[in-house]
């Protein structure tokens, strides 16, 4: 199945893109998105354990996915 | 009545803030305006970015100020972010609440500004006056949060 990843500010810098398709198997988590970032270059500036939301609700690291889900990487957030 | 809370690209007017909250009923009507200051960690700014995961900030802030009234009964409240490139003393953040009495006023504007800071999507950016521009984290653990931490 299919899900898009969203990126922002530093993170965004870090990977040096805003969105990705990721194709994962359809048991897939949130975790196994983090995974599969790791691997790509930039990604060493990512922090262990991310903040991330699901079709823009925070998340767990084992929240479950399902196809066309909105994955958000979130960095700090610093509003104010 | 849905309160006012949203993102703004144009400069934020505090007395809409204010007519949008106000009311006979209200005994206290508090204004709260976040400003771009000049100094920060002992670096000289001269402007600030503000971007946002716009959907999810948006519902965020509505989520914020629909809880501060359920909260702060027969309290009425505004929120508006600014979004975009900001100069000095521009104003970045303005909530209004207003309460027929001033005590529950004061709580729920402290109450919205500290969740705003701690799960709205918003990013900032200074720009220095050295002509070096950095992210901010205001959790001050650089890139690295050693726990999963999870925000309901």
Known sequence: MSVTVLLFASYADALGTTSLSLDLPTDATVADVLADLRLRPGAERLPPAPLVAVNQHYARLTTRLHADDEVAVIPPVAGG | ?152
């Open chain 2, 1 to 152: 009545m849905t309160p006012v809370a949203r993102l703004h690209r144009d400069p934020i007017e505090p007395t809409s803030l204010v007519r949008a909250v106000s009311g006979a009923s209200h005994g206290a009507v508090l204004l709260f305006l976040g400003v771009v200051r000049e100094m920060n960690d002992g670096r000289e700014v001269s402007g600030i970015e503000y971007s946002a995961y716009e959907p999810m900030a948006a519902r965020e802030l509505s989520d914020i100020a629909q809880a501060a009234e359920a909260r702060f009964a027969s309290s009425a409240v505004a929120i508006e972010h600014r979004l975009g490139a900001l100069a000095l003393e521009e104003v970045s953040v303005g909530i209004a609440v207003a309460h027929p009495h001033r005590s529950v006023a004061y709580d729920a504007s402290r109450w919205i500004i500290e969740e705003l800071k701690r799960r709205v999507p918003i990013w900032k950016r200074e720009q220095y006056v050295d002509g070096h521009r950095e992210w901010v984290d205001p959790t001050g653990r650089g890139t690295s949060t050693a726990e999963p931490e999870v925000l309901t």
